[in-house]
């Protein structure tokens, strides 16, 4: 180890760049049986997508914008849920696409006058994400051009054959959470391609161009899917409130 090396810091504690986050909200929540997107649905009494706000507008982790995207027909009903709640928090609101991919890419064009940074990109419906990952992930990219929160599945995997099913090595898998973090320039050069049916999430977008860094999640980072997960993320926040 060279003396420059020595004494760089092994963590800092700031933001080393700007940063910034693009928060996809896209759901309608058809699988919750709920009458209205689950993003709107209430969590601890207030809705969703508020929560995740709350989590990347936390001072601690340097973000300079915030950027959230929704259908156009769903603008209206997080306007009026803002002044319902009185949301204070600082966030530009960007109409999104068709898809989750036309979605993000016009939160990138929301960025376009960014000259440079690691831009975060989340899912609306995931309210709990503590912030030490999401500052660990930022991290990871500004080192190494993109990283991925993930987990280790809890449960035995199978692959499906035409020969039945054969069991996979738990401890070489990994679930993909979000956020996922990028160079902005990268992330811009990605979504310059063409749309595929092979993009399930951003780092799919960017793999090709670039290597992928995966990040320790957190199994309470979960995504709000069906009604379970709801009464779930209820019990982990009152945890949260208890300690």
């Known amino acids: 180890m060279n003396q420059s090396e020595a004494a760089s810091p092994p963590n800092p504690k700031g933001p080393v760049t700007a940063r910034y986050a693009i928060i996809v909200a896209g ?10 997107p689950k993003q709107f649905l209430a969590l601890a ?10 989590r990347f507008a936390d001072p601690a982790l340097g ?23 009185a949301v204070q928090i600082p966030h530009a609101l960007v109409v ?27 899912d609306g419906v995931r309210p709990l ?17 993109a990283a991925v929160a993930a987990v280790v599945p809890k449960d035995s995997v199978r692959n ?9 090595n738990r401890a070489r898998l990994r679930l993909v959470q979000t956020p996922q973090c990028f160079s902005l320039a990268l992330l811009r050069r990605a979504y310059q391609l063409p749309e ?20 320790e999640g957190d199994y309470r980072n979960l995504k709000i899917t069906t009604a379970e997960d709801l009464y779930v993320a209820e019990a982990l926040l009152r945890s949260e409130v208890s300690l």
């Open 196 to 215: 595929l049916s092979t993009f399930t999430d951003d780092a799919s977008v960017v793999e090709d161009l670039h290597p992928i860094q995966l990040v």
């Open 96 to 122: 999104g696409g068709a898809t989750r991919w036309a979605s993000v890419r016009a939160g990138l064009t929301h960025l376009a006058d960014q000259e440079g940074g690691v831009v975060a990109v989340h």
């Open 63 to 85: 973000i300079s914008e915030l950027v959230v995207v929704l259908p156009a027909g769903q603008l209206e009903t997080w306007q009026a849920l803002c002044a319902q709640y």
């Open 45 to 54: 009494g207030e809705p969703v997508l508020l929560h995740t706000l709350r």
């Open 160 to 168: 499906l054959s035409q020969q039945g099913s054969y069991a996979l």
């Open 27 to 36: 759901g309608s929540g058809t699988r919750m049986g709920a009458d209205r």
């Open 129 to 145: 994400t503590p912030r030490a990952v999401i500052e660990a992930t930022y991290q990871a990219a500004h080192n190494h051009g």
